[in-house]
């Protein structure tokens, strides 16, 4: 199983950005998928996560109306559209199958398997 998470930059504060990930083998077919991301010194934060067919959505609160999660089942990969980017948002993101359905309030990665991320950067 191999993720690769691409798409991430450097972006003033209230822009736009959109970043992937690529997913090979059968997990990406058999599992939900979430976006995850970790600011150095914290622990990784579950913040998106989608359904096998795509319909069902769940998000935490912090990027709740901000950030659209969507994936595309025929190239086995998974998207994450960041509007109305805060600083507080700077982070590494990471990508990984999820647990569906979600616990609780919290997006739980199904398996401890994980890329090397993406960094997105916000400037106040």
């Known amino acids: 199983v191999q993720l690769v998470e691409s798409g991430g930059g450097l972006v003033q504060a209230g822009g736009s950005l959109r970043i992937s990930c690529a997913a090979s083998?059968?997990?990406?077919?058999?599992?939900?998928m979430g976006w995850y991301r970790q600011v150095p010194g914290h622990e990784r934060e579950g913040i998106a996560c989608?359904?096998?067919?795509?319909?069902?959505?769940v998000y935490v609160d912090s990027v709740k109306g901000r950030f659209t999660i969507s994936r595309d089942n025929a190239v086995n990969t998974i998207y994450l559209r960041m509007n109305n980017l805060k600083p507080e948002d700077t982070a590494d993101y990471y990508c990984?199958?999820?647990?569906?359905?979600?616990?609780?309030?919290?997006?739980?990665?199904?398996?401890?398997?994980w890329g090397k991320g993406t960094r997105v950067t916000v400037s106040a």
């Open positions: 990984t199958a999820c647990e569906w359905p979600p616990s609780g309030s919290r997006i739980l990665p199904l398996m401890d398997r």
């Open positions: 989608v359904s096998i067919s795509g319909v069902n959505i």
């Open positions: 083998g059968r997990m990406f077919s058999i599992n939900a």
